[in-house]
């Protein structure tokens, strides 16, 4: 008997999931990218404002891009795990092609109908004449 494919729920949604977290997690990589260039800019602020001399500044914009560039690889890597996990859930998804089937009445479980043959009439032949019976010759005495 032919089955249909079912998915393998769980499976799926926990690549659905992991993929969720991916790009979760390159939010969180560009909001705490977002605060260091925040946090830069008050540096610079400061900076004018006569608070910090050149040479700390200086010293705050290497460690500002030094942080920049580690979450720049962390997010690359992270849109790259989306990328995988995108093409893993694709391929999921096409082993779900459907398989064209077709059914008729033989399958939904009753016997086919089997004609009787049909009996072919014989017209009668039309009755012999019978024969005279030939009388026994007598006997000569």
Do not use: C, H
Not at 7 to 32: C, H, N, P, W
Request: charged share 40%.
């Amino acid at each position: 008997m032919v089955k249909s494919k079912k998915m393998q729920e769980s499976g799926y949604e926990k690549l659905v999931k992991d993929a969720d977290v991916a790009g979760e997690m390159i939010r969180t990589f560009q909001d705490e990218k977002q605060s260091v260039v925040d946090d830069f800019e008050k540096e610079k602020k400061r900076f004018r404002n006569g608070k910090i001399s050149q040479s700390a500044l200086k010293s705050s914009a290497k460690k500002s891009n030094n942080e920049l560039a580690k979450l720049d690889k962390k997010i690359k890597a992270a849109i790259a795990k989306v990328n995988v996990l995108s093409s893993k859930i694709k391929t999921f998804a096409t082993k779900q092609r459907p398989k064209s089937i077709k059914v008729n009445a033989a399958s939904a479980g009753k016997p086919p109908v089997k004609k009787k043959p049909v009996k072919k009439k014989v017209a009668k032949k039309p009755a012999k004449k019978k024969a005279a019976k030939k009388k026994p010759a007598k006997k000569k005495k």
